[in-house]
């Protein structure tokens, strides 16, 4: 089973508190998510934080606009530090998804750490190598701007 990971760190010019709020509210994803992905949650009635055990199912179309269904459960939580998501069913054989936050430089830092194995063995490989790794490089990039405008407008 191939395994990888990806990391991305970003300051964000603002406090932990309001950096956690809106990172823990499920429904703020879809804003710092490309629109191309298609991405819509389809968890009725979430609450506004995640909390350990959280079930969050969605729809998103990474490649050639087939629909793909995720389900993530939160399965780690420590509010204003940290948080998990972990697919349950999806396109993945592994998905872990670290959100750390912690307070720096006047300032919040910002590290995502996605831990991952794609499916299919020798072609889940080749798949990482020419598309997987481009695409959360393209995810996070978008994620970066969006954060800079959300939190310094």
Not at 13 to 39: C, E, H
Not at 67 to 74: D, G, K, L
Not at 142 to 151: G, L, N, V
Request: no cysteine; charged share 20%; hydrophobic share 40%.
């Amino acid at each position: 089973m191939a395994f990888y990971q990806f990391k991305r760190e970003q300051h964000i010019k603002s406090n932990i508190s309001r950096v956690w709020d809106f990172i823990s509210m499920p429904q703020n994803l879809k804003r710092i998510t490309p629109a191309y992905m298609g991405f819509d949650i389809k968890t009725p009635d979430l609450p506004d934080a995640v909390y350990p055990g959280m079930i969050i199912a969605y729809t998103v179309r990474p490649l050639l606009g087939i629909p793909t269904t995720w389900v993530t459960e939160i399965t780690h939580v420590v509010p204003q530090q940290y948080f998990v998501d972990e697919q349950r069913v999806g396109p993945y054989k592994l998905w872990h998804h670290e959100h750390h936050i912690k307070p720096k430089d006047d300032g919040v830092l910002m590290t995502d750490i996605v831990s991952y194995s794609p499916p299919m063995a020798a072609l889940g490989r080749i798949a990482n190598t020419l598309v997987i790794r481009q695409k959360l490089t393209e995810i996070f990039d978008y994620r970066t701007k969006a954060f800079d405008e959300i939190f310094t407008g």
